[in-house]
């Protein structure tokens, strides 16, 4: 007898373009931050539009930290996130010597509101971090509106938004002091690790291209290739190490090319377990608004009030049948480090405990079969009674 198929919750789509540019970037003795990074960078820009200027990283991690601190964002400053985030989003508020100010999300779109934002600000707020929650789109324009009104800077968690339309732009181009997208090995495009941080704002660009290595006034590039003044170079504050390399900037040369392919396939996949699981008890994944765009880089499912089993021993079930799961994420606010800093305690943010007590991250990538899609179908629908 055959076993049944087993399904990873992620296995990434590489092509023979990306290993070739990897094996040429290589054999081109060139392996750190060099011609492909600049070339990644300058095709990022291109697919983001409106003129931004792009800077490649190594996380986007890396990419918030940048921007904080070419915001000049310290100590004694507030910085308000949605509690349903992956840690990243506050820790870079930390490395920064600021406090995290968490804010709970609303269960019909995973996002925080532009409401309890308002309500979160102090005189000691300086910036408000947007989580685009597995996709979809923050209300942009509201949160704009708030910021321009009590004078914070906005800076986008964009990890999980390539390709996001909001209001009739890419993520990206909605005027936030940055936005900041992860290549992380799981995400919509990769480059193993990576990251791309994306302003309009020349002097914020200027300081992150510096900070980003070392605090040197010109990169490694034309320091080794300027042959008139090779060795002479300033350093202007304490840098970091979070430069791009060549070689992974030649997976995201021909990932980016795949970019909207790849949420073409995300889309229709996320259309076919809609309408797998439309009778089963389950809350099913928002959609954006008319117009928008949803990058559906998460296909995350919640459990009803009626299903007949509750979340954890949904995942058992799951887990069992050798089908991979994730659970994005634990609020924040029930991490220890978190829930001390912030004197949190449970309870704090329904709406995101909600969430989080219900909700199971299915299998759901570029490279996944159609045999794959059916037999998680067919496993979710037997687990609920389907
Ligand atoms: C993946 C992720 C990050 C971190 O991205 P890295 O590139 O791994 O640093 C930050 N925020 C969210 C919401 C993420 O999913």
């Not at 590489?14 to 290993?19: K, N």
């Not at 910036?127 to 910021?147: N, S």
């Not at 800077?153 to 009739?168: F, I």
């Not at 300027?226 to 170079?233: E, F, G, H, I, T």
């Amino acid at each position: 007898m055959n076993e049944p198929l087993s399904v990873p919750f992620f296995r990434p789509s590489i092509g023979e373009e990306e290993i070739a540019e990897v094996v040429e970037s290589i054999r081109s003795g060139w392996l750190t931050t060099g011609p492909k990074t600049r070339q990644f960078e300058a095709d990022f820009e291109a697919y983001i539009g409106n003129d931004v200027q792009a800077v490649a990283v190594n996380s986007a991690t890396a990419a918030m930290h940048l921007a904080l601190e070419a915001l000049g964002i310290g100590p004694g400053d507030e910085v308000i996130l949605p509690t349903l985030t992956f840690t990243a989003t506050a820790e870079v508020v930390r490395y920064m010597g600021a406090t995290p100010v968490l804010v709970d999300v609303d269960p019909a779109t995973l996002n925080l509101r532009p409401e309890d934002v308002e309500v979160a600000i102090t005189p000691r707020t300086k910036a408000v971090m947007p989580v685009h929650f597995a996709g979809l789109p923050c209300d942009m324009t509201r949160i704009h509106a708030i910021a321009r009104a009590h004078d914070l800077k906005v800076v986008e968690d964009a990890a999980h938004a390539l390709p996001t339309v909001h209001a009739g732009g890419m993520i990206g181009t909605h005027g936030s002091d940055a936005v900041c997208f992860s290549f992380y090995a799981n995400k919509t495009m990769t480059t193993g690790e990576g990251g791309m941080l994306v302003s309009t704002n020349a002097a914020l660009i200027d300081r992150a291209r510096k900070m980003r290595l070392h605090g040197i006034d010109r990169d490694v590039f034309n320091r080794f290739t300027d042959n008139k003044a090779s060795w002479r170079y300033d350093v202007v504050a304490p840098g970091f190490k979070y430069n791009m390399t060549d070689v992974a900037a030649s997976l995201g040369i021909h990932q980016l090319r795949r970019c909207d392919g790849f949420g073409e396939i995300r889309t229709a996949r996320a259309a076919r377990y809609d309408a797998a699981f439309a009778d089963l008890p389950l809350i099913l994944p928002p959609h954006p608004p008319e117009g928008d765009k949803h990058s559906w880089h998460l296909y995350i499912v919640r459990m009803s009030d009626d299903a007949p089993v509750d979340r954890d021993q949904f995942i058992a079930a799951l887990q069992e049948a050798n089908i991979g799961i994730s659970v994005h994420y634990t609020p924040l606010h029930l991490m220890s480090y978190w829930r001390d800093l912030g004197n949190y305690s449970e309870g704090a943010f329904p709406g995101a405990e909600d969430i989080f007590r219900r909700c199971v991250s299915l299998p759901h990538f570029m490279a996944m079969t159609d045999a794959e899609q059916d037999r998680v179908i067919e496993v979710v629908r037997t687990v609920l009674g389907g």
